[in-house]
C-alpha cells in the first residue's frame, strides 16, 4: 500500500507546512498530499477557506490579500506556504497529490507544475490533481491532457466508482467511513486505484490491507508505514 503524508506530516508538524513536509520527506514516503486555494493569483497551501484553525489570523482567506496572510503564523512561526515553496522543497523526492480546494485553479496550478517539471527535474507522473470538485477535474480531464486525475468523494456513491470512471481518473480517493469491498472491487474492476483518507489507526489499516486498498492518507506515516510493511511480511510468510 502507497502511503500519502496527509497535508504533510501533519501528525506531527503544523499541517500544510514547509516543516510538514519536510518531515514527511525525511521519512521517505512514497508521497504527499497538500490542499491549494488561490488568493489575488497566488496558489497558497492551506486546508480550510478560514484562517482560524490552523493561523493565528481571522476571517476566510477569499477576502485577505496575499501580503496579509503571509505575515501570519501558520503553526511553530511558519508562514502558509505558496505553492512553489513546496514544490523546491520537494523537488521530485516523491510523488505530490494536489488537492484543489479553489474555484479557477486549474490553469494556474498545470502552469506551475509545468514549471516545476523544468526546473526542478520532477516527471508529470509524479503529479496526482485531485478534488471534491468533479467540475475542475472535467476541466482537467477536457482541457489538460496527461494530468493523473484523483476524483474525492466523502460518500458511497449509488454507482459506486463509476464518477471516477466518467471523469477519466487514475484513482479514486474514499473517505475511511464510506469504503467498502464492493466499493473497492468496482473501483479496481474500471481500472481505477483506490485510496483511502485519513487512516491513522492499525485496526483500519490492517483491514484495508486484506482489502487490497492501493494506498492510504496518514498523519503519522512512520508508524503507518511499519504497520504496512509487518502486514506485508506476515501475507510472505
Ligand atoms: O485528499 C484526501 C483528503 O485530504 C481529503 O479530505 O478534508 O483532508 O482535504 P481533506
Ligand atoms: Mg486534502
Known sequence: MKVFAHR????????????????????RVDAIEI????????????????????????????DKAFAEIRLLDAGKGQKIPTLWEVLQLVSAQCELNIELKSERT???????????????????????????????????????TGWKIGALTASRPINYAYFAQMLGAYSVHIDVD???QAFIDDAHKRGLKVFVYTVDHEEDIADLHQMKVDG????????????????ASAVIK
Not at 508538524?13 to 525525511?26: G, K, R
Not at 490553469?107 to 490533481?129: H, N
Not at 492510504?216 to 502486514?231: E, G, K, Q
Open 35 to 62: 490542499d491549494i486555494h488561490m488568493i489575488e493569483g497566488e496558489l497558497v497551501v492551506i486546508h480550510d477557506r478560514r484562517l482560524e484553525k490552523t493561523t493565528n489570523g481571522y476571517g476566510r482567506i477569499s
Open 106 to 144: 486549474v490553469g494556474p496550478v498545470i502552469q506551475l507544475l509545468k514549471r516545476a517539471i523544468s526546473e526542478l527535474d520532477f516527471l508529470q507522473s509524479q503529479f496526482l490533481l485531485s478534488s471534491f470538485n468533479h467540475h475542475l477535474l472535467n476541466e482537467i480531464r477536457t482541457q489538460h
Open 8 to 27: 504533510g506530516a501533519s501528525g506531527h508538524e503544523p499541517e500544510n507546512t514547509l516543516l510538514a513536509i519536510q518531515a514527511a520527506l525525511d521519512m
Open 216 to 231: 492510504i492518507f496518514t498523519n503519522f506515516p512512520t508508524r503507518s508505514m511499519v504497520r504496512i510493511a509487518h502486514l
Open 178 to 180: 464510506f469504503v467498502d
